[in-house]
């Protein structure tokens, strides 16, 4: 003896409660929803350590290390308030983005990606989602830099104005795809923590604190191989007239590639059934 | 829709982890409406074999059809839904948020209300996850899974970790939903909450099925039943040579009869000896629990 037949209860073909049954169609596009960006987006505004780093403190350096300036100019005029500015509207928008994309980090760790492979929600969707939201919280990132700026007294063309903001925010991808990159390589609820540091090196590289030009010659050279250089430059242009040069093209293009492959790589391996 | 397919057929599902293999051959056929209870130790292998299910782990050998398609297809049609042990929430949202966010993953689903309502905690949809109570959690990801209406539930080790009112809320709640038709499997070690909650019960030891069938033939599987009587002079000899007698026990004036077939044995004392007072009692579920997963029964 061991094992008795099974003995199924009455089955049950009809369910009373439902007199018709459920939609059970598979989601549009997924699972992605514009909706729920709206609930992602509270749930990053109401942490105050998110808010503090990504939103504030760059406005902040601006009123601390911008507004100083005020009166000098660059070679073509125009004023070094909006050099400063644009360049901490890049670095705005990179943190946050970082961050954005990081969270993914948290949720593995929390074991909420496990909780989602129990819902129709497709996992591109949800990077999907990350994306677009990551990149919301870049162009906010962009426009409360702009706003405080303008208040007070960036005074620039309306082109350098949209130009070098769209340069700032689209760049701004590169480090959603590193944020993505970082979250799915570390489970860890804090990754941050550890990452905000890594930026501001970063930061320093692509010249958002400091004009590339003051760094030793060596450093100079190194600067041009890092992530933000190619950023950097390309929302400055529209403002400096400098043009972009090839080297900051193809390190954006690389740097692109690099973190978006990465992460690709990282997130099918963490989607893979063991 | 439902009608033809069993809700589950698990066929020959092995899974091994290096050198110990967690679910071994294990056989499984359940019918739509069922109320299983997957019953074992620590370590038997329920969750490994509930992650297979839902489609989480891959099988080493065997197969799973779920709703008669495959777990992916149930979960993306939104006809199977779980309530994992490990499965993860997001603190920093509220009760609400979480169950309008999943919403939103799914073609269809119930109001948000309602199933916060049917989980019973509609009460404390502004709060924190992160500030809620283990059981509020769990409740919650209760009421995750009543979104989409599924036609099979699974919960793996539901109330581990709450305290007795918890646990009872839990299954008033689980209950109520329930009788309406919905197929059940739940894992758990808790006797009790088999007996009480499943019509039919899955033991497992050691990645094996080593008993299924009610709750009354798993109690009788194990032990039988024991009938007792008076009977002042009884042929402890003769009772023991009667079909499906196990032990026979002389006390005084009593005998204690050890039996699979318990109303033969009361019908014999009862009308071909002078027997009175008969009394005829089961071992109960703990004993039969014990028996079966510490022990290698018939093998």
Redesign the interface.
């Known amino acids: 003896m061991s094992t008795l037949p099974a003995t199924p209860a009455a089955t049950r073909t009809d369910r009373p409660d439902r007199p018709t049954p459920p939609d059970r169609r598979l989601p549009a596009l997924g699972g992605f929803a514009p909706a729920v960006l709206g609930i992602e987006l509270r749930r990053v505004l109401r942490n105050r350590r998110t808010l503090a780093f990504t939103l504030i403190m760059p406005a902040v350096f601006f009123l601390i290390f911008g507004l100083p300036q005020r009166g000098q100019t660059l070679d073509n005029g125009r004023p070094v308030t909006a050099y400063v500015m644009i360049s901490l509207a890049v670095y705005a928008a990179m943190v946050a983005t970082t961050s954005a994309g990081g969270a993914v980090a948290t949720e593995r760790a929390l074991g909420w990606s496990r909780q989602l492979r129990l819902t129709p929600l497709r996992p591109t969707a949800y990077v999907a989602t990350k994306v677009a939201t990551a990149m919301t919280l870049g162009l906010l990132a962009v426009v409360i830099e702009f706003v405080v700026g303008a208040a007070a007294g960036v005074r620039i063309p309306l082109d350098v104005w949209l130009l070098s903001g769209l340069a700032a925010w689209l760049g701004s991808l590169v480090f959603a795809a590193f944020g993505l990159f970082i979250g799915y390589l570390v489970p860890a609820e804090n990754v941050m923590q550890f990452i905000g540091p890594i930026l501001a090196v970063l930061a320093m590289f692509g010249g958002l604190f400091v004009p590339v030009e003051v760094l030793p010659h060596v450093l100079q050279q190194a600067a041009k191989f890092t992530p933000v250089y190619g950023m950097g430059e390309l929302a400055r242009a529209p403002l400096t007239g400098d043009g972009v040069s090839m080297a900051g093209v193809a390190n954006m293009v690389f740097w692109t590639l690099a973190f978006g492959i990465g992460a690709a790589r990282l997130f099918r391996r963490d989607t893979a059934r063991v | 829709?439902?009608?033809t397919h069993p809700a589950v057929e698990l066929n020959g599902l092995t899974k091994t982890f290096g050198t110990v293999t967690a679910v071994d051959g294990l056989n499984l056929?359940?019918?739509?409406?069922?109320?299983v209870a997957f019953l074992g130790p620590n370590g038997a292998g329920k969750t490994t074999t509930i992650d297979m299910l839902?489609?989480?782990?891959?099988p080493d050998a065997g197969t799973v059809r779920v709703l008669g398609g495959t777990a992916d297809e149930a979960?993306?049609?939104?006809?199977i839904?779980?309530v994992?042990q490990?499965?993860?929430?997001?603190?920093?949202?509220t009760v609400g948020?979480t169950v309008?966010?999943?919403a939103?993953?799914?073609?269809?689903t119930r109001p948000a209300a309602e199933v916060l309502e049917r989980a019973g905690i509609a009460d404390i949809a502004d709060r924190i996850v992160g500030r809620c109570s283990g059981g509020q959690q769990q409740r919650l990801?209760f009421a995750?899974?009543l979104l989409?209406?599924p036609d099979l539930m699974v919960l793996d080790e539901p109330t581990t970790g709450m305290d007795v009112e918890g646990r009872r809320d839990f299954w008033q709640a689980l209950r109520r939903d329930a009788r309406?038709?919905?197929t059940v499997i739940f894992a758990t070690h808790y006797l009790d909450e088999a007996d009480a909650y499943a019509?039919?019960i899955v033991l497992v030891r050691q990645g094996r099925?080593?008993?299924?069938?009610?709750t009354a033939?798993i109690k009788n599987?194990a032990a039988g039943r024991t009938v007792r009587a008076t009977l002042p002079g009884a042929d402890q000899a003769a009772l023991a040579a009667l079909p499906g007698v196990d032990a026979v026990e002389v006390r005084g004036d009593s005998v204690l009869v050890r039996t699979g077939d318990s109303d033969a044995i009361a019908r014999h004392l009862l009308t071909r000896t002078a027997a009175r007072d008969v009394e005829i009692t089961s071992r109960n579920l703990e004993d039969a629990f014990l028996a079966l997963t510490t022990e290698r029964?018939?093998a």
């Open positions: 829709m439902t009608s056929v359940v019918q739509p409406g069922e109320v839902l489609g989480l782990a891959r979960v993306a049609r939104g006809r839904a779980a994992l490990t499965g993860g929430l997001l603190k920093d949202l948020e309008r966010m999943t939103h993953f799914y073609r269809h990801r995750l899974a989409p209406d309406d038709g919905r019509d039919r099925i080593v008993a299924d069938g009610t033939e599987l029964i018939g």
